[in-house]
């Protein structure tokens, strides 16, 4: 499959199957990451409208204001199901992302603050990027790095028209009809171009993976294509406001950083969240969530709401004559497809091989669902999906992007990707060649996983065939379930599943 590098317009013919990601929010980040993680190596070419990673946990910054920045769509991340995804760990390691502690309090409807915790948005375990939200995508892309010129960030360009051609797969086209890249697998992170609302919101003539989609023939991604077209998208239209230092001190004194409020505080103020952020410079940015509305609240009214919301405790700094006293900047953020509305498209509906389309974001029902917990759910079970029909594809041509030998049987074990090729000849695992003195090794599996590369000689244990070194195990009593134990002290046990191609995940994932 030829692809063609956006910014030298030049064809690359790479050698193993490509992939365009539409979207780099969380779930286009995660997924690329995930992929690396798992073995990997092949081209991904991220495609996104906005300036930078980040969709609606983006931090907005700006050029001629270098200490100014806001996180104007998700403050903070809450994960509420166990195991954490297994991104989480290595985001926190390496810094991009610190566990959330600020004071939050609920708004009642009389003015009385409450316990935050029945805020769905506010529950489990909080996090939030290091130096704004988005931290979380740089980090997750700082994880997705593989060989050079293997990830691409497009940013700044709509994917505006989608062509496939069965054999020479996906082809991407501007608003002009200009052809920004071609790949074997297109992945929709975002339902923008498989939703009949951008036709009502920018006048499109079609939904373009619906019209790419004709004559395909393909069943699976007609449902989905209905499932994906029936989904309601709740809006938001919030207010930012840039706060001067000396009314700043007021706000960060406040007993929250984060205020929700509660159903009849809703409907009193028409706000459903308040986010109080510092800046460096002893500013503040306010950003207060507006509730769903079908006519974009003005700007004057949100500030007045804000007003009256916190006027016992701002007292006469909640009204400076015209607004709120101190404020220096404000601005409104109109969110067209803020959250997707329940049930979302069912996980089952994520691949559709036949006509190399995937799925993934916070729109795929299950845990997490509408939230960024759901984003980062969705792209490592996508991930986890993909590898396997990837590695399929690449062992099909020849190809070398998992560093594999045919006959590697593809696992998952604790979240990553483990290949295991068995070679039962009086010969060397390929890659590691050891005949010195003429010695004859027998039956081995040589195990990839993370950065690990292990021989393992056969045991002479009877039954299903068993493999260690002395500190690793590899047993098969469970063809499915392989035992894979590292003796290290304590023996550590790793859970592996072989990964079935295109199946859909067990639990709903
Ligand atoms: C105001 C607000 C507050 C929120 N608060 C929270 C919160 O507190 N906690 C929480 O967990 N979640 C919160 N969320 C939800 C959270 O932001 C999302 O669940 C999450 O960011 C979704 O990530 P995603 O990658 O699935 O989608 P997105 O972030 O939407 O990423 C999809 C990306 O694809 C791009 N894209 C789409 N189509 C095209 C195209 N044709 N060409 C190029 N690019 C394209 C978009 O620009 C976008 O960047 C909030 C959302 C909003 C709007």
Known sequence: MAGTSAESGQSRRPSAPSLAVIGAGVAGCALAAGLRRGGWDGPIDLWEAGRGPGGRAATRRSRQDAGWHLDHGAPLLNLLEDPEPDLVAPLLQGGWIVPW????????????????????????????????????????????????????????????HLAVRPEEGWRLADANGAVLGEADWLVLTGTLLAHPRAMERFGWSEVPL????????????EAALAALASMEMETRTNLMLTIEPAAAARWLALPFRLLSFDGQAQRRWGLRRLSIQPLADGRCGVVAHGVTADEAPAMA?????????????????????????????????????AFPVAPGLPPAAMVCPASRVAFCGDFIAGPGFGRIEGALRSAQALAGRLLALLLLLCLSLGGPALA??????????????????????????????????????????????????????????????????????????DPQQPRFLHRRGAIERFSCQAIAAAAPPADGR
């Open 101 to 160: 502690r600020e004071p939050a309090a609920a708004l009642q409807a009389d003015g009385t603050l409450g316990p935050a915790e029945a805020d769905p948005l506010l529950g489990g375990s909080l996090y939030r990027g290091h130096q704004g939200m988005d931290d979380l995508c740089r980090g997750l892309l700082a994880l997705a790095q593989g060989p050079p010129a293997s990830l691409t960030g497009h940013y700044g360009t709509l994917v505006r």
């Open 210 to 221: 619906q019209r790419a989609a004709e004559g395909l023939g393909d069943g699976a991604l």
């Open 301 to 337: 009214a949100l500030e007045g709401a804000v007003a009256g919301a916190l006027e016992p405790w701002l007292g006469e700094w909640a009204s400076g004559g015209d607004g709120l006293a101190g404020v220096s900047q404000r601005q409104l953020m109109h969110w067209g497809a």
């Open 404 to 477: 594999t030998a045919a006959g590697a049987v593809p696992y998952r074990c604790d979240g990553d990707l483990l290949l295991a090729t068995s070679d039962n000849g009086a010969v060397d695992a390929p890659g590691i060649p050891n005949s010195a003195a003429g010695t004859v090794p027998g039956a081995t599996v040589l195990l990839e996983w993370r950065q690990l590369r292990l021989q393992l000689p056969r045991t002479n244990n009877a039954g299903p065939p068993s493999y260690t070194d002395g500190l690793w195990w590899w047993s098969l009593e």
